[in-house]
């Protein structure tokens, strides 16, 4: 049975950090490229970051530079690094497989507002 448990979501002033995590079973984390993404109030999910088994990271252009993608096989946990934070980056943020690796049933995320 797949489970994804994201956490550390909150309120941050623009500019702040957040450090999200999310912790996996069921999913044969060690083998999977995994990723973040996330859906804004009235959008559709968007993907965030992607990191794959060995490690290589890629970011979508409106994250570039701020945040940072990183996982620890040992504890199938992905993280998030979220820094410079904009009130943009509003939404709930969910990880789960990469896209090209077949997303799996969603977790219920954790939700970031950026608001001062």
């Known amino acids: 049975q797949v489970q994804l448990v994201e956490s550390g979501g909150g309120l941050a002033q623009p500019g702040g950090s957040l450090t999200l995590s999310c912790a996996t079973s069921?999913?044969?984390?060690?083998?999977?490229?995994m990723a973040w993404y996330r859906q804004a109030p009235g959008k559709q999910r968007e993907l965030v970051a992607t990191?794959?088994?060995?490690?290589?990271?890629n970011y979508v252009d409106f994250v570039k530079g701020r945040f940072t993608i990183s996982r620890d096989n040992a504890k199938s946990t992905v993280y998030l690094q979220m820094n410079s934070l904009k009130p943009e980056d509003t939404a709930v943020y969910y990880c789960?497989?990469?896209?090209?690796?077949?997303?799996?049933?969603w977790g219920q995320g954790t939700q970031v507002t950026v608001s001062s």
């Open positions: 789960n497989v990469a896209p090209w690796g077949g997303p799996s049933s």
């Open positions: 069921g999913i044969l984390f060690t083998i999977k490229a």
């Open positions: 990191i794959t088994r060995a490690g290589t990271t």
